[in-house]
C-alpha cells in the first residue's frame, strides 16, 4: 500500500505541489487564529451554587442553607463528589462531575434540583449558579481610583468610584464578548439607610412594621389600571421610586389625630453602604501610602482567546476614559497576557532556534543546497497539518502543545532526510549507468527501499508518548496535549515523507554526474573520530565497556530519589503576589490597618511599580476567605537607570519584599506568583 501511495504521489506531481501549498498557507492561517492559553484547561467540571445569606453565622448557614442545598443535589447523574464552604452570610456548594461531562448538561440538573429546595431556604434567600469559569480564567485585574486625596477639592469618595466601577465600567465590560464574570472588589456598595429613632417612633405611636412597610411602598411603582378618554386609553401610575433622601424623607407613614407622620419625623434617612467582607486598595510608586479604590477582577468564558480579549477590553477601558469625572483613573494591576506572551515567545523561540540548528546540521552533513532544502520542507508541511488537525478538534495552542512541537522537531525531519539521502544517492547511481532507467521509476524504488525504516520509527516515536494519552484527572489534562502534538506531528511527517518529499526529489533532483557521492568533511571527522575511540576501545575491551554501562546506569538510578520533585515547574512571573494573614477575628478595619502598612513595605521596594489590595472577599464571589487575610498583586516597575545597573532579579526583589515583612509582628505572609497560586488552588480543589 505505502509503495502504490508513492507511486501516485509521483504520478500526481502538480496535485500534490498544490495540495501542499494550499496545506501550508492554511496551516501559518491557522496558526494565527488559534487561541492561545497558558496551560490547557485544568478545571474539572465543576457547578458551584453561592448563596447569599445576610445577618447569618456560619453555623446558621452550614444548617439552614448548605445542608439543604447538599441533600437536594445528592444523587445528581454524573455527580463524582459534593463539598461545601459555609461562611458568614454566604454559602458555597460545588458540585464537581466527571472530567467528560457536559457542563451545561450538568448546570440543567443542578438548576432543576435548585428549584425545589428553593422553599426549604429561609425568606430572601436565593440560590444561583457562578458563571462558567475556571481559576486560571481570570486575565485581567482593573484597578480603579481617585487621584485626588481626600481632603483636596474634587475628591472622590471609595464608595462613589464603586458606583463608577458597578454602574459605568462594567456594564460596558460586559458587552464585550467572552467574558464570564465581572467581580467588583472595594468601595462599598452605596446604599440608602433609614435609621431609626426608638424614642421618637415611642412618642408618635409608630411601629417598626409600619416603618418598614412605608420605606418599601416609597420604593414602589404600581398601578392604578386605565382612564378611557374618548377613543385613547391613558394608563395611570404611581410613581413612588426615588433615591432622593428628602423625598423618602416625607414619606407618610400613617396619620396620628388628624396629624400626618412621616419617615424622616422618626428616622434619619442618609446615605450609607451595604456591610462589607472586604475592601480594596489601588497605589502606585513613588506613592508612600496606599490610596482606597475598586479592583475589578475580570474573568474569560472557556473558549476565547486570551489575548484577544485583553486586548478588546483595553480598547474598551480607553474608550471610557473621556467618560470619567474628574480624578478617576484605571490601571491594570495584573494581566494574564503578559505571561503568556512570555511563555509562548519563549516556546516560540525555542522552535526557531531549533529549527535553525537543523538546518545548520543538516547542510553541514549533507553538503548540498537542494537536499537541505526539501528535508526541510518536511517542518512546515508538518507542522501546517498538525495545526489544522488542532482547529478541527478544538485545541488551543498552549504552552503544552508548543513543547511538542519543539520535541518532534529532529523526529520530523529525520523521516525526510532517510528518503531523501537514499534518492540522491540512488540517482547518482542511476546517471553511472550506460542506460540510465526513468528518474520517477527510480524515486520510486528508492523511496520505497526506506519506507519500512521510516514506519518502524514512526511507530516506535507513537508508541513512546501514547501512554500520556491514557492518563486520568489533571494530569491528563496537562500531559494529553504533549502526545497530542507530537503524534500528530510525526503521523503528518510520515505522510509528507510518502508523497511531498518524492515529488520534491523529482523535480529538484537532478544529479548529471554519476561518480561516488562523498561524505562532507564534518561526516568523515565523526567517522574518523568514532572508529579511533569509543568502536576501537568497545570491540577490544567489551566486558569493560559493559561495566561502564552499568555504572552509569546504576548511578543515574541512585540519583534520582535525591532529586526534587514538582507537578510542574516553578514559573517566572513578571508579577509577584503576596498572601498575608493575621489572627483569626481580626476586624475588617483593624485588618486594614495592619495592611497599610505591609503595602507601605511592599512599595518600598524600588523596583515595584503598582500594588494592588484586596482584602476579604467580594460580594458575590465564590474566592472566600476570611478578613483577615489580604492579598497583594505587586507589579514590578520597568528597571532602567540605577535599578538597571543593579540588575536585580525576580528572586532577589521577592526575596527583598519577603525580608521587609518579616518585620511587621504578627502577619504571616507568602510570597509567590498570581498563576502560581491559581493552578496551586486548583489542584487542591480550594478556591
Given amino acids: 500500500m505505502l509503495n502504490k501511495m508513492i507511486h501516485w504521489a509521483l504520478a500526481s506531481r502538480a496535485l500534490i505541489i498544490g495540495v501542499s501549498l494550499i496545506l501550508m498557507v492554511m496551516g501559518l492561517k491557522t496558526a494565527t487564529e488559534l487561541p492561545v492559553e497558558v496551560l490547557p484547561d485544568l478545571t474539572k467540571p465543576t457547578v458551584i451554587i453561592l448563596t447569599e445569606s445576610p445577618g447569618l453565622a456560619p453555623e446558621e448557614v452550614e444548617m439552614r442553607v448548605t445542608q439543604p442545598i447538599e441533600s437536594a443535589l445528592m444523587g445528581v447523574a454524573g455527580l463524582t463528589r459534593l463539598r461545601s464552604n459555609s461562611d458568614v452570610s454566604l454559602s458555597l456548594v460545588y458540585a464537581e462531575f466527571g472530567w467528560d461531562t457536559d457542563i451545561y448538561k450538568a448546570r440543567m440538573l443542578v438548576q432543576e ?22 481559576l486560571m480564567g481570570e486575565i485581567l485585574l482593573v484597578g480603579v481610583r481617585s487621584t485626588i486625596k481626600e481632603g483636596e477639592e474634587g475628591y472622590i469618595p471609595p464608595r462613589d468610584v464603586r458606583s463608577l466601577a458597578d454602574w459605568t465600567i462594567k456594564r460596558r465590560l460586559q458587552s464585550v464578548s467572552g467574558i464570564a464574570e465581572i467581580l467588583n472588589m472595594g468601595g462599598g456598595v452605596k446604599q440608602i439607610e433609614i435609621q431609626p429613632d426608638p424614642y421618637k417612633m415611642q412618642s408618635n405611636g409608630v411601629s417598626f412594621d409600619e416603618l418598614e412597610k412605608a420605606a418599601v411602598d416609597s420604593a414602589n411603582t404600581t398601578t392604578g389600571g386605565f382612564i378611557n378618554t374618548g377613543p385613547t386609553e391613558i394608563m395611570v401610575r404611581n410613581l413612588a421610586m426615588t433615591v432622593e433622601l428628602n423625598d423618602i424623607a416625607r414619606t407618610i407613614i400613617k396619620k396620628v389625630n388628624d396629624r400626618p407622620i412621616s419617615i424622616g419625623d422618626v428616622a434619619e434617612v442618609v446615605w450609607g453602604i451595604e456591610p462589607m467582607r472586604g475592601d480594596a486598595t489601588v497605589s502606585q510608586a513613588p506613592e508612600k501610602s496606599p490610596t482606597y479604590g475598586v479592583i475589578m477582577s475580570i474573568t474569560k468564558a472557556p473558549g476565547f482567546d486570551t489575548r484577544a480579549l485583553t486586548e478588546q477590553i483595553k480598547k474598551a477601558l480607553e474608550e471610557l476614559k473621556a467618560t470619567y469625572p474628574k480624578g478617576v483613573e484605571t490601571t491594570l494591576l495584573f494581566q494574564q497576557k503578559d505571561f503568556i506572551d512570555h511563555a509562548i515567545g519563549n516556546l516560540t523561540e525555542a522552535i526557531r532556534d531549533g529549527a535553525i540548528m537543523v538546518t545548520i546540521v543538516l547542510f553541514l552533513f549533507l553538503l548540498n543546497f537542494r537536499t537541505t532544502f526539501i528535508t526541510l520542507m518536511a517542518m512546515p508541511l508538518s507542522f501546517g497539518i498538525t495545526m ?89 489534562k496537562l500531559f494529553a496535549p504533549i502526545a497530542i502534538a507530537t503524534i500528530i506531528s510525526m503521523i503528518a511527517s510520515f505522510v509528507v515523507s510518502l508523497t511531498a518529499i518524492p515529488v520534491l526529489c523529482s523535480i529538484l533532483l537532478n544529479p548529471k554526474h554519476g561518480h561516488e557521492h562523498k561524505d562532507g568533511f564534518l561526516t ?31 548511578a543515574a538510578f541512585s540519583l534520582y530519589p535525591k532529586m526534587n520533585k514538582d507537578f510542574l515547574p516553578k514559573f517566572q512571573e513578571e508579577t509577584a503576589l503576596v498572601a498575608a494573614t493575621t489572627a483569626p477575628g481580626t476586624s475588617l478595619e483593624e485588618m486594614n490597618k495592619i495592611s497599610d502598612v505591609i503595602e507601605q513595605q511592599i512599595l518600598s521596594v524600588p523596583e515595584v511599580r503598582k500594588v494592588g489590595r484586596r482584602l476579604g472577599r467580594a460580594e458575590r464571589g465564590d474566592h ?29 526583589i521577592l526575596d527583598d519584599i519577603g525580608k521587609k515583612l518579616r518585620t511587621i509582628p504578627g502577619v504571616f505572609a507568602v510570597v509567590g506568583g498570581p498563576l502560581a497560586d491559581r493552578i496551586g488552588h486548583m489542584l487542591s480543589g480550594v478556591s
Fill in 113 to 134: 434540583r435548585l428549584q425545589g429546595v428553593r422553599e426549604q431556604l429561609p425568606p430572601g434567600v436565593q440560590p444561583f449558579m457562578t458563571p462558567v469559569a475556571s
Fill in 624 to 652: 472566600v476567605v476570611p478578613v483577615s487575610t489580604a492579598e497583594f498583586d505587586v507589579d514590578f516597575r520597568e528597571i532602567e537607570g540605577e535599578h538597571k545597573s543593579k540588575g536585580r532579579g525576580r528572586k532577589e
Fill in 524 to 554: 568523515r571527522g565523526m567517522k574518523w573520530l568514532l572508529e579511533h575511540t569509543l568502536l576501537r576501545f568497545g570491540l577490544s575491551q567489551p566486558l569493560l565497556m559493559l561495566g561502564i554501562v552499568l555504572m552509569i546506569v546504576i
Fill in 388 to 476: 489544522l488537525v488542532f482547529k478541527w478538534f478544538d485545541i488551543s495552542v498552549n504552552s503544552m502543545t508548543l513543547g511538542g512541537l519543539a520535541v518532534a522537531i529532529g523526529m520530523v525531519v529525520d523521516d525526510a532526510i532517510v528518503d531523501v539521502e537514499n534518492v540522491f544517492r540512488r540517482l547518482r547511481e542511476n546517471a553511472a549507468l550506460a542506460t540510465p532507467h526513468p528518474r520517477l521509476q527510480v524515486i520510486a524504488k528508492a523511496s520505497g527501499e526506506v519506507r519500512n525504516s521510516i514506519l518502524y520509527a514512526t511507530v516506535l516515536i507513537i508508541l513512546v508518548f501514547l501512554p500520556l494519552l491514557g492518563l486520568t484527572g489533571v494530569e491528563g
